[in-house]
C-alpha cells in the first residue's frame, strides 16, 4: 500500500501554494514594520483589514496544505527504496516531533501552541530529512 497518492506534478501546486500562501502575509508583515512608525490613517484600513485574523488563518491553513500536497506527491521514479526513505522520514520526524513538544513542555507546562505550530514543524522536519536521506544514494 502506497500512502503517495498525488502524480508528480503535483509538487509544483504543492510548492507555489506554500509560496503564495506564506510568503504575501510574511512580506506585508515585513513591510508594515517599515510603515507603521509613518502610517496615516488614511493607510490604516486597508493594511489592518488585509493582515485580518481570519485572513491569516485561511492563509495558514493553505500554507500547511501546500506543504502536503508536496509531501504526499509522488517523485519521479518511485519505487521501494523510496517509501523506504519515506517511512524511515516519517519515524524519525514523528520521533523529533515529539522530543521537542516534550522538551518545551517540561521548560514551561503552561505554554500553548496554536495547531499550525507543530504541524509546521512536523511537515518541514519530515521534509528536510527525507531530502537529505535522497540524496545520500546519489
Same mark, same amino acid.
Given at each position: 500500500?502506497?500512502?503517495?497518492?498525488?502524480?508528480?506534478?503535483?509538487?509544483?501546486?504543492?510548492?507555489?501554494?506554500?509560496?503564495?500562501?506564506?510568503?504575501?502575509?510574511?512580506?506585508?508583515?515585513?513591510?508594515?514594520?517599515?510603515?507603521?512608525?509613518?502610517?496615516?490613517? *488614511?493607510?490604516?484600513?486597508? =493594511?489592518?483589514?488585509? &493582515?485580518?485574523?481570519? +485572513?491569516?488563518? $485561511?492563509?495558514? @491553513? #493553505?500554507?500547511?496544505?501546500?506543504?502536503?500536497?508536496?509531501?504526499?506527491?509522488?517523485?519521479?521514479?518511485?519505487?521501494?527504496?523510496?517509501?523506504?526513505?519515506?517511512?524511515?522520514?516519517?519515524?524519525?520526524?514523528?520521533?523529533?516531533?515529539?522530543?521537542?513538544?516534550?522538551?518545551?513542555?517540561?521548560?514551561?507546562? *503552561?505554554?500553548?501552541?496554536? =495547531?499550525?505550530?507543530? &504541524?509546521?514543524?512536523? +511537515?518541514?522536519? $519530515?521534509?528536510? @530529512? #527525507?531530502?537529505?536521506?535522497?540524496?545520500?544514494?546519489?
Amino acid at each position: 500500500m502506497s500512502l503517495q497518492i498525488l502524480p508528480n506534478r503535483f509538487k509544483i501546486v504543492g510548492l507555489f501554494t506554500f509560496f503564495i500562501f506564506c510568503g504575501i502575509p510574511s512580506i506585508i508583515s515585513f513591510f508594515m514594520g517599515f510603515t507603521q512608525p509613518f502610517e496615516s490613517n *488614511e493607510n490604516s484600513p486597508f =493594511l489592518h483589514e488585509l &493582515l485580518n485574523p481570519t +485572513i491569516m488563518k $485561511y492563509a495558514n @491553513i #493553505f500554507t500547511i496544505l501546500g506543504m502536503l500536497v508536496y509531501m504526499l506527491s509522488k517523485e519521479k521514479v518511485e519505487d521501494d527504496y523510496i517509501t523506504k526513505l519515506r517511512l524511515e522520514s516519517y519515524q524519525l520526524a514523528t520521533i523529533l516531533c515529539l522530543a521537542i513538544t516534550f522538551i518545551l513542555h517540561l521548560i514551561n507546562s *503552561e505554554m500553548m501552541f496554536n =495547531l499550525s505550530y507543530p &504541524l509546521y514543524i512536523f +511537515i518541514t522536519i $519530515y521534509l528536510i @530529512i #527525507f531530502y537529505f536521506k535522497k540524496r545520500q544514494i546519489h
